[in-house]
């Protein structure tokens, strides 16, 4: 190797390799912060767009935005609860940190939306909603769980033996990171082999309940078992 070479080959290149490590690490979580900003703006304009439009455009790493209420509603993680009532021997309240403080479940499946969009291989991490349930004690005329979320307007429920299935998830993570606003954190349901309208965001309350109460979809035609593939008129591929 000559000088040349080696002055060019070795200083320089070090140089530049560092550089190049240097602005990785200022635009990773810069991109992250841009996503994030994109999503919750792609959100909030979908939520005030009555022909479904802004849904339809990129930006939200394959989801389209939904959301029943006039704004997306937010809770700070410090401020969240999560409540457990109904049929149960003892009735709780959990906040963000207590259910990270819980054994932690990560599923990866596709998501599947009734409207027939789809993005594979999603993670979602939490809390086994089976375990949650099992803590609060169900009593023995228990038959079915229902869902609250803090928007004010939404809400869901599954069957007892459903909701004990281990791929139904109170999720607190989503794609590796904190479920964010626009995608229903800081905590949301996350029902694997459903379509995702299942999946209640923003989910404030559960309530165990001696029969199925139609969520807001169901009582405007959807299906109550949202089986991915087997209702709704669809035939999608099984999510799980």
Known sequence: MSQDEDRVGRPVGRRVALGI???GAVAVPAAARLQNTTEALLAEAASKDPTGLVGLLPGGGGFQFYSVADSI????????????EGLVDRPATYTLDELKAMPRTRLVRDVQCVTGWRVPQTPFAGVRLADLLKSAGVQPGARAVLFDC?????????TLEQAQRP???VAYEMQDKPVAAAHGGPVRLYAAPLYFYKSAKWLSGITVTDSVTPGYWERRGYDIDGWVGKTNGRDDDPTS
Not at 75 to 84: H, K
Not at 150 to 158: N, R
């Open 167 to 169: 791929d139904m998830l």
């Open 150 to 158: 803090f928007d004010g307007v939404y809400s869901e429920s599954l």
């Open 73 to 84: 509603p937010h809770r700070s993680p410090d401020e969240y609860r999560l409540t457990i």
């Open 21 to 23: 490590l240097a602005l």
